[in-house]
Nanobody, 119 residues
Framework: QVQLTESGGGLVQPGGSLRLSCAAS????????MGWYRQRPGKQRELVAT???????KYADSVKDRFSILRDNVKNMVYLEMNSLKTEDTDVYYC?????????????WGQGTQVTVSS
């Protein structure tokens, strides 16, 4: 079972920056897509940023030019650099990865990390 462990959330003032990290562990043969989603109570989980194993990136329009995703395929990690944070970026952020583990496909989510943007 592939496990994803996120870290780096917290409280930040508007205009500030945070960096989220996510580490994948398990008998991983390959990770295809890896990225970040976010969700607030009563809302659907939405894509923030993802990157394929070929380096193709996708961003939500609301975070383009402010957030950057970075994958480390050697360490099976993904990061989310968040700059110019706004109050509407307040959410629980989830890491997601899919790929192959010991001959079986997997699609795993992390437990989530809270990001709060407030003055």
């Amino acid at each position: 079972q592939v496990q994803l462990t996120e870290s780096g959330g917290g409280l930040v003032q508007p205009g500030g920056s945070l960096r989220l990290s996510c580490a994948a562990s398990g008998s991983i043969a390959a990770i295809y897509d890896m990225g970040w989603y976010r969700q607030r109570p009563g809302k659907q989980r939405e894509l923030v940023a993802t990157e394929t194993s070929f380096g193709r990136q996708k961003y939500a329009d609301s975070v383009k030019d402010r957030f950057s995703i970075l994958r480390d395929n050697v360490k099976n990690m993904v990061y989310l650099e968040m700059n110019s944070l706004k109050t509407e970026d307040t959410d629980v952020y989830y890491c997601r990865a899919d790929g192959n583990e010991s001959g079986h496909d997997f699609d795993s989510w992390g437990q989530g990390t809270q990001v709060t943007v407030s003055s």
